[in-house]
């Protein structure tokens, strides 16, 4: 089983610019999340949803949109990224409103 | 918000025992622990789900008080493959909320 799938694994942007960060999984998992990792420091909510066609802002969305079409795809995207967004970001999905099974993430350097 | 952990970094011989607390400032649902190994994504280890309940998972258990809005992680006679950063996670509406995380580091 593929389980969460992120890509891309690794990205340097430079600021102002845009890009999406993908995210698939494969367990017909109805929560799905994005968290956000400083170093040193623990996970940040972003953006969470609760099923295809619901999206809902968690403890730090300013900078970023997310959409859900499928059951399966949850992108995140950035506009005119900034140095602060850089961190590693890790996409998350469950059956019930608990992340338990994490991508291995992407780690962002915006320069 | 944010429910704070303590404390911040355990250092322990192989066979040692740590307890790793996990407190909010609001009323929780439910209480989740994870593992986080360096440059790797956490890893889910268990959920409470009501107060007083009590969980175990191989020598790793733990408690979840909830008058008291507390859970505490018990990590017994530990292994090497204990070490990494252990965060809990409080369930509050749909959505979960990590600790500040708790650094755990086993040595031979």
């Known amino acids: 089983n593929a389980g969460v799938t992120q890509t891309p694994k690794f990205r340097i942007l430079k600021i102002g610019q845009s890009m999406t960060l993908q995210c698939t999984q494969d367990?017909?998992?109805?929560?799905m999340y994005w968290y956000r990792q400083d170093p040193g420091m623990g996970l940040k909510l972003i953006y969470y949803?609760?099923?295809?066609?619901?999206?809902d802002k968690g403890e730090v969305p300013n900078g970023y949109n997310v959409s859900r079409s499928t059951t399966e795809d949850f992108p995140l995207r950035l506009e005119l990224a900034a140095p602060s967004q850089t961190s590693v970001y890790f996409c998350?999905?469950?059956?019930?409103?608990?992340?338990?099974?994490f991508g291995d993430g992407t780690r962002l350097s915006i320069l | 918000q944010q429910p704070v952990q303590s404390p911040q970094a355990v250092i322990l011989r192989e066979g040692e025992d740590a307890v790793i607390n996990c407190s909010s400032s609001k009323a929780l649902y439910s209480v989740h622990w994870y593992r986080q190994k360096h440059g790797e994504a956490p890893v889910f280890l268990m959920i409470?789900?009501?107060?007083?309940e009590q969980k175990g998972h191989d020598k790793i258990s733990a408690s979840f008080n909830e008058k008291k809005q507390q859970s505490s992680l018990y990590l017994t006679a530990s292994q090497l493959s204990y070490s990494g950063t252990y965060f809990c996670g409080t369930e509050t509406t749909d959505k979960l909320i990590f600790g500040t995380g708790t650094r755990l580091q086993v040595f031979p």
């Open positions: 998350a999905s469950s059956y019930s409103p608990q992340p338990q099974h």
């Open positions: 409470l789900l009501k107060g007083g």
């Open positions: 949803s609760v099923g295809a066609g619901i999206t």
């Open positions: 367990m017909n998992h109805n929560y």
